[in-house]
């Protein structure tokens, strides 16, 4: 089977997310992803792992939505905490196995008051996923993998605020 006829088979398949999308949206995904954690939304962003999801970043590996759902409402407790994600290199291969391989680069922007409260982490690393179809949440993360490859740290300006959400002065 080409190119072609995989993502038709993909999205013509019973279960699979609406025929419109041609193909696991890997940007969608990826967006839905980064927006939740970026809004502190622990909720929506476990929501788009697979049930049994695994998700691996810094050699931890956490397995199940819940356990997902858990690891970032701990990443979320400090309210000074900000992230902003952003992806660049997407790409999405589709297989005859109704899943898909998605890849990514992901640069993050991280204020993180108890690890700097006067420099901006900037971290760039790769991400592995294998989505898979589910009738509630259409694509989701089977599997999502972090590699970090290098972190920076930026100053942030004498009229930044640390408060989350307050613009610059």
């Not at 690890?115 to 989505?131: A, E, K, M, P």
């Amino acid at each position: 089977m080409n190119e072609s006829e995989k993502v038709e088979h993909l999205s013509s398949s019973p279960g699979s997310p609406s025929a419109d999308r041609q193909a696991p949206d890997a940007t969608a995904i990826l967006w839905r992803f980064s927006d939740a954690v970026d809004k502190r939304l622990a909720g929506a962003a476990a929501r788009l792992f697979a049930r049994d999801g695994v998700f691996r970043r810094a050699g931890e590996v956490i397995c199940g939505r819940a356990n997902i759902e858990s690891f970032y409402w701990s990443r979320m407790a400090d309210p000074g905490r900000v992230t902003r994600h952003v992806w660049s290199n997407v790409s999405c291969q589709p297989s005859a196995h109704w899943d898909a391989r998605v890849e990514a680069v992901l640069t993050t922007y991280a204020l993180e008051p108890q690890i700097s409260q006067t420099h901006l982490q900037l971290r760039v690393g790769n991400v592995v996923c294998r989505c898979v179809p589910d009738a509630d949440e259409g694509w989701v993360f089977a599997e999502h993998a972090y590699e970090r490859l290098f972190v920076a740290y930026l100053p942030l300006s004498p009229t930044t605020s640390l408060n989350a959400g307050a613009p610059p002065q």
